[in-house]
């Protein structure tokens, strides 16, 4: 067979790589090219079809800090509840103020003796805080409901005797939101021996605790 000239046989071999080149071009940019929108779609695609990762939503709180204890009484209720005491109280220790605060006050005026503890407790969520409002009550029974404060209170009155001097004490226990308020008053007459009336404890530490919930709302 005779030979094909050198330009035709160059023709001859590389026609074959112009027109699987061209056939690429017109894929990259001609009419078979993917367009932006289907290359979107298609992204759009692959994203539904992959698992996402759970969504995680933060737990709002409407607290974050106990406030100061010792602020939440008005000098005068001091004084009605506590005759005799120093109205500025004292702070008790605590392993994390920012969340656990205490506040207490106490006197002996002649022979009648008061004690008053101004507690506040901050939790992580109204359901915590409703988890340990129900477990308090629940071991403190025999007591009942304060309405209009916070958004549960509960009150109970007990009477103790010891070497045959009585002491009546009453605790009061608020939520609101993820916050607990908590107040312990007490009494008792060294003279008589015997403990002030159980409306008289009550009445009190209701007082007490509706006076620091309203601290607690306003510092917020």
């Known amino acids: 067979m005779r030979s094909l000239p050198l330009p035709l046989a160059l023709t001859a071999r590389l026609s074959p790589v112009v027109v699987l080149a061209a ?4 894929l990259s940019s001609g009419t078979f090219a993917a367009t932006p929108a289907a290359a979107d779609r298609a992204t759009q695609k692959s994203g539904e079809e992959s698992p996402s990762a759970p969504a995680t939503q933060a737990v709002s709180k409407t607290y974050t800090t106990a406030p100061a204890p010792c602020d939440s009484l008005a000098a005068k209720s001091v004084k009605s509840l506590v005759p005799g005491a120093k109205t500025a109280g004292k702070e008790i220790p ?43 009550i629940a ?3 025999g007591g009942g409901d304060v309405p209009g404060v916070g958004d549960a209170g509960y009150s109970v009155v007990n009477l ?3 070497d045959k001097q009585q002491t009546r004490e ?9 916050a607990l308020v908590s107040v312990t008053y007490s ?7 015997q403990a002030p009336g159980t409306d008289e404890i009550n009445k009190g530490a209701i007082k007490a605790a509706k006076e620091a919930v309203r601290a607690l709302e306003g510092g917020q």
């Open 187 to 193: 009494g008792s007459d060294f003279e008589s021996k």
């Open 170 to 178: 009453g605790m009061v226990l608020v939520r609101a939101a993820n």
């Open 23 to 26: 056939a690429g071009w017109a």
């Open 139 to 141: 071991a403190k029974s």
């Open 94 to 136: 605590s392993t994390d103020s920012k969340l656990r605060r205490t506040c207490s006050w106490n006197a002996l005026k002649g022979y009648d003796y008061r004690w008053l503890d101004v507690s506040f407790e901050i939790t992580e969520s109204d359901e915590a805080a409703e988890k340990s409002f129900k477990e308090r």
């Open 160 to 162: 103790t005797t010891e």
